[in-house]
């Protein structure tokens, strides 16, 4: 969730006391401003949920330096991607082509992962799809396995990193979607993984836009 922080005229006014006076008690900024210290709590009590101030107890009011940008960015670098993965859409490897293209068109979706035993093998994009179709591969009787890119070349993502790292990654590597995974170790040096979400570009800027609309 992220905290509204359109901060009001009194409020930018406290900032500006507690910035040249500070430590300064609540008393003390009342008085300065002409009001009572109960007017101010729920002024006194944003701006330091918000991190602007800090309060310490017998001492008084604290600027922290923090701008309301860098408490963006801050709330930006918390949130993980187990918050905000979306529905996978999974296929198994003998899927013949032609079926996952009408899979991908029935979830909606760009992107379809690839799974042997539950576990993740491969992903076939749309121009995966599209490529194969014009070279003239027979999409009724070829496995999705023939075309789709390949384990260990995916750029994968887990629901506890960042939704940041994540995003940064899709730029990186100019890809539509990650697959949130996790890890399973089958061997002493065999690892699998399991396909437990997605992240992908709806997923960033459905964040995007629910941080500017304050949500
Ligand atoms: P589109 O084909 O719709 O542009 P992408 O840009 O995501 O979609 O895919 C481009 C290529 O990258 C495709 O060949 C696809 O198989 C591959 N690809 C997609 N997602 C990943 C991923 N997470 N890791 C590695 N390769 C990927």
Excluded: C
Aim: no cysteine; glycine share 4%.
């Amino acid at each position: 969730m992220v905290i509204s922080i359109q901060l009001t005229e009194r409020q930018e006014k406290i900032i500006s006391i507690v910035k040249y006076n500070q430590p300064i008690t609540a008393e003390n900024i009342a008085k300065q401003l002409n009001l009572t210290r109960a007017t101010l709590r729920p002024d006194l009590a944003i701006l330091t949920m918000s991190g602007i101030l800090d309060a310490r107890p017998k001492v008084g009011y604290f600027y922290t330096g923090k701008t309301t940008f860098s408490f963006i960015s801050e709330k930006i670098k918390e949130e993980k991607v187990s918050d905000r993965k979306a529905i996978p859409v999974i296929v198994d490897e003998e899927t013949i082509i032609y079926d996952a293209i009408v899979t991908m068109f029935l979830e909606d979706a760009g992107t379809v992962y690839v799974t042997a035993n539950g576990y993740l093998t491969g992903v076939v994009s749309r121009k995966d799809f599209l490529k194969n179709a014009i070279g003239g591969l027979n999409l009724h009787n070829t496995p999705v396995a023939v075309i789709m890119t390949r384990m260990p070349n995916i750029v994968l993502t887990t629901p506890d990193e960042t939704l940041l790292e994540a995003a940064m990654k899709l730029i990186e590597h100019e890809i539509d979607s990650l697959p949130v995974v996790e890890e399973v170790i089958l061997d002493e040096d065999e690892k699998a993984y399991k396909v437990v979400g997605v992240i992908n570009k709806t997923t960033v800027t459905r964040f995007l836009v629910e941080l500017g609309n304050n949500e």
